[in-house]
């Protein structure tokens, strides 16, 4: 029997930065599920450019179901929600990128079971928006997540604050040593989307926080190595590490596709 709990919906899909996984996922989800995603590129939309905020959230409201939005401000995305009666979903922001980290622990639970308490996450690189949403995992699952940054990138101040208001440790450190025993490795690059300017600062900043095969060698016996691509094979990451054994990105690629269609399950038919 075809299941399509999402038939005759539609999601817009915003996007003001370039995309491969989102793009598509979210896509080939909505259809999967009997619903329509229709992309919408900011040089057509002009996100409060050619038109307020505001006044496009207006109009997406009357004609879809939901709005999966990729910004450069989170300030855009809660500018969209308020003035939207309908789910805006964050698909990656200069501060968060909750969808993506919902692939990542999927994929965790795959390796490593539901009991995700304790289990230890470390991401190693520039605090951005993945570091952030790492936090907010340790904070909503109990694991024990550790940041690694070079001095002066460490995460955004109000998501450190969101983990002690949680009474939620998270530990910040520039010592590379903190790898050691990790039973998650993440990485991320060095340079985000709209941070091109500082492309050579931020290439020497990081020198030395590579994820090399020696720091793989570190990690606990069963550990995993997780990145949420694009990945930039000698920067951020060794090939041998991305491309060798304990790497599991490409199952955490394929996770999007099925963790946001349980998303979008949720989020759309109880709305609709
Ligand atoms: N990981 C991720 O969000 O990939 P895209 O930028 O290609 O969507
Ligand atoms: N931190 C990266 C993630 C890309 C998926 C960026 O924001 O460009």
């Known amino acids: ?39 919408l ?11 307020r905020v505001s006044d496009v959230a207006r109009n997406l409201e009357r004609w879809v179901d939901g709005v999966m939005a990729r910004v450069y401000l989170q300030g855009n995305l809660q500018e969209l929600a308020e003035n939207a009666g309908i789910p805006i979903i964050n698909g990656l922001s200069d501060m968060l990128h909750p ?11 795959e390796e490593f079971g539901t ?16 570091a952030n949403s790492h936090i907010h995992m340790g904070i909503l699952t109990g694991t024990d997540v550790t940041v690694v940054t070079p001095v002066g990138y460490e995460p955004n101040a109000g998501v450190l604050m969101d983990a002690v208001k949680a009474g939620v440790t998270v530990t910040l450190t520039n ?3 903190a790898v050691e025993g990790a039973d ?16 050579d600062i931020r290439r020497r900043a990081f020198r030395g926080y590579q994820v090399t095969p020696e720091m793989l060698d570190t990690i606990a016996p069963d550990g995993i190595f997780l990145h949420c691509l694009p990945a930039y094979r000698g920067l951020e990451i060794a090939a041998d ?30 709305s609709s």
């Open 241 to 270: 590490v991305i491309d060798g054994p304990q790497s599991v990105v490409w199952d955490e690629a394929e996770n999007r596709l099925h963790v946001q269609k349980a998303l979008l399950t949720f989020l759309l038919r109880s």
């Open 115 to 130: 009991n995700l308490k304790g289990l230890r996450v470390v991401y190693i690189g520039d605090g951005n928006n993945l």
């Open 41 to 51: 590129s900011n040089t057509e939309i002009g996100l409060g450019t050619r038109e």
């Open 184 to 199: 998650v490795l993440y990485t991320d690059v060095w340079i985000s989307m709209g941070q091109e300017a500082e492309a």
């Open 99 to 109: 969808a993506q980290l919902l692939a990542d622990y999927q994929t965790i639970e």
């Open 175 to 177: 010592d590379l040593a």
């Open 1 to 39: 029997r075809e299941v399509k709990p999402l038939a005759r919906l539609s999601l817009a899909l915003v996007f003001e930065k370039a995309s491969l996984r989102t793009r598509t996922t979210f896509d080939v989800g909505m259809y999967q599920l009997g619903g329509h995603a229709i992309t």
